[in-house]
């Protein structure tokens, strides 16, 4: 029998992912509970949706199947392969790393009885909420349920764990804006925070998402000074996405809808920006002097001459 210092030294050496291959996450199916303990804690949510569609039976063309032939023709053999489910449990859900990341959440799961027709109401409203259509699908969600990010079918592990650790941990800027988000999706006040606390995070996409949400609302539609510094912020995302064309486009498109609008000199100086940061020196340069002409002592045409100076100078 090995002496107690020798197993004390075992057990040390033991990566801890062995240590911890026993634990998983702990789902709760208790739609209400989730959501009450999430905005309680401010803790975001994680909604696993599986179901009796996740598998299929695939075919391997030209193999042999025992015996069998028709017409010289040989027939497929069809293997039973694990279903997208369980893979993503196996591979995924039930790796530590995982596991341990899953702790600052709040684990949702959706079982075989939404989709296979059971009028289970909890997981019902959650399936028709998110619009879920494929299965595995994992929603991450703000403590109030309002959808940050969705993984869809199968996804190795190292991407989900990036997907994971990508989710905000302190989510009480939100604390107003959340509720109001959740209660009135078309909130465009709560949208515009939401979105701005996105792109702080680094969640660019998301957060253009929600900026053009808040655009596509009536209250802004109505309201043309507060659609122009949406649409402005909007248009600073995107060129931090380096969507030049689309941030191009939109400040453009905006300053069109009343040439004589509030901030056409910021609206201006981001479409050359947009140009400019495409590699569109030629067009840049026509901005700036619309820029120029029509707003010679705004500190936006300073900075627009500063940068057209910059790029002349790199050779762009």
């Not at 056409?264 to 120029?292: H, I, P, T």
Request: hydrophobic share 40%.
């Amino acid at each position: 029998m090995p002496r107690p210092g020798v197993l004390l030294a075992v057990v040390a050496l033991c990566p801890p992912a062995l240590a911890r291959s026993s634990e998983r996450i702990p789902w709760n199916r208790d739609e209400p509970a989730v959501f009450v303990q999430a905005g309680e804690h401010l803790r975001p949510v994680m909604i696993l949706f599986v179901g009796t569609r996740c598998g299929a039976t695939r075919a391997l063309p030209g193999a042999l199947a025992p015996g069998t032939s028709t017409g010289g023709t040989p027939t497929t053999t069809r293997v039973d392969f694990q279903d997208d489910c369980e893979l993503m449990e196996q591979d995924v859900l039930s790796r530590p790393d995982v596991v341990d990341a899953s702790a600052r959440f709040v684990p949702f799961l959706t079982d075989d009885a939404v989709m296979s027709g059971s009028r289970q109401e909890p997981q019902e409203r959650a399936l028709d909420r998110y619009a879920v259509t494929t299965v595995p699908t994992v929603v991450f969600a703000d403590p109030w349920g309002n959808e940050i990010i969705r993984v869809v079918g199968y996804a190795p592990w190292d991407k989900f764990l990036k997907v994971m650790k990508a989710i905000p941990s302190d989510f009480a800027p939100l604390v107003k804006a959340g509720p109001l988000t959740r209660k009135d999706g078309k909130n465009a006040s709560a949208l515009v925070v939401a979105a701005a606390f996105y792109d702080e995070n680094g969640l660019l996409q998301v957060s253009d998402r929600l900026f053009e949400r808040a655009l596509g609302t009536r209250q802004l539609k109505d309201d043309v000074s507060s659609r122009r510094q949406v649409a402005i912020a909007r248009g600073t995302t995107l060129l931090k996405l380096n969507r030049t064309g689309d941030a191009g486009a939109l400040f453009r498109d905006t300053l069109a809808e009343d040439e004589d609008g509030p901030l056409g000199d910021a609206l201006l100086f981001g479409w050359m920006m947009a140009e400019l940061q495409g590699g569109r020196l030629k067009e840049a340069r026509a901005v700036l002097g619309n820029l120029q002409k029509r707003f010679p002592d705004s500190p936006y045409t300073a900075k627009g001459k500063e940068h057209l100076a910059t790029a002349n100078a790199a050779g762009r």
